[in-house]
């Protein structure tokens, strides 16, 4: 079921950037390399480095879009540290190391997706949206939010036609 989910401005009008909710979608990973640690937003990225490499350095390919959760965030003086799970589905399994295991599937059901397009510094907007959602359609969530990556960039210039889906799964109970 797609349902639009308008966003109103300061003064109750409808904006025209109104975003859809699709509503008991799947997300479906398989054969997943997964890493769970906290990490500062500069650590992150050197994470996803070093993702990269374990993964060419096993002669494996990525087999789908990585997916990251974030279960919690602390605030460390002026550094944000986000307890993150960076998932990579892969094309065949690989040894690694204790610092990373290997899920044989990840699997969301009866979940809400929305899509983000645009530079992830906004993101936040989009999973708010998704919020108000969830409250005023009395839901409850029983997943953190999973960001999917469908559209990457390289160059930093072209960071606005950036793709990213969030799923959150929700309970199938009525309370």
Known sequence: MVHKFYILDHLGERRDNAMKILENQTLIMENVLS?????TQQEFAVKLQQIQEIIENSE??????IATTTYAVEQN??????????????????QLTQEYTLKDKIF?????????????AQLQTTVTEL?????SNEL????????????????????????????????????
Not at 166 to 172: A, F, L, N, Q
């Open 35 to 39: 890493y769970r640690g906290k990490l």
């Open 77 to 94: 003086g002026n550094e944000q540290i986000m307890d993150v799970e960076i998932l990579v589905p892969l094309d065949r399994k690989i």
């Open 140 to 175: 409850i969530p029983i997943t953190t939010c999973y960001n999917v990556t469908v559209r990457e960039v390289e160059d930093p210039s072209q960071i606005d036609l950036m793709e990213i889906d969030i799923y959150v799964g929700i309970s199938p109970n009525k309370l």
């Open 131 to 135: 919020n108000n959602y969830i409250v």
């Open 108 to 120: 969301i059901t009866n979940a809400l997706k929305i899509s983000h397009k645009g530079n992830p």
């Open 60 to 65: 494996a390919s990525k087999n789908g879009s």
